[in-house]
């Protein structure tokens, strides 16, 4: 069995800590260890207690992951990856901290996806396919929560293929026969 960190330990000890509603109501003044702004993204994030939000973030990738590194680095805003702009996590070691699924003026609902990679880069990307959103389904069917840490040593993967918005079929190599438009599904990997 893997050994819990003290943060996953904390978090099945939480009993007489902050609920969410609590971080929630008080996100203004949530401060981490360093006494650094908790990020937006996470002290919004409903499955975690303030304790657990610092006690993650003090923790940092190396603990999670074996990685060396200090977690202050990472304390600040996440930076947000919107469309295409998460291929950057193609292959990067990263960890997935939390994500939270929302409902969407598009798609019908998507997910919102707190990383931290190895070099100390905090990114949040949405994802709302058969991919990254359908996997952290699973994930929080099992886990019956929806926070990590789950190490992802080869970041993520991507599969390629063309779409016809007519009939919703996707095709491998683009069909000489029919009007279909690129598209890419994202895969935690």
């Known amino acids: 069995m893997p050994r819990k960190t003290s943060a996953a330990q904390n978090a099945d000890n ?3 800590e ?3 509603a609590d971080v929630n109501n ?18 919004n ?3 975690l207690s303030e304790r657990e939000v610092r006690d993650f973030l003090a923790e940092g ?8 590194m200090e977690a202050s680095a990472v304390l600040g805003q996440a ?29 019908d609902e998507f997910v919102s996806v707190l990383v931290l990679t190895e070099h100390d880069e905090f990114y949040v990307f949405n994802d709302s396919s058969a991919g990254v959103y359908r996997q ?3 994930a929080t069917e099992r886990l019956g929560r929806q926070y990590g840490p789950i190490h992802c040593p080869h970041g993520l993967r991507t599969s390629d293929y063309w779409y ?15 009007k279909t438009i690129p598209a890419r599904t994202f895969y935690l990997a």
């Open 79 to 107: 930076s947000l990856l919107a469309g295409d702009d998460k291929a950057k996590l193609i292959g990067a070691n990263m960890v997935v901290l939390g994500w939270r699924f929302n409902e969407g003026q598009f798609a």
């Open 18 to 20: 902050n609920t969410a």
């Open 61 to 68: 990738f190396a603990s999670i992951s074996s990685q060396a």
């Open 26 to 43: 008080g996100a203004d003044t949530a401060k981490t260890n360093t006494g650094a702004p908790v990020p937006e993204v996470i002290k």
């Open 136 to 138: 952290l389904q699973n």
């Open 164 to 178: 016809d918005e007519a009939t919703g079929e996707t095709f491998t190599v683009k069909p000489d026969d029919r």
């Open 45 to 47: 994030h409903n499955a």
């Open 14 to 16: 939480t009993a007489d």
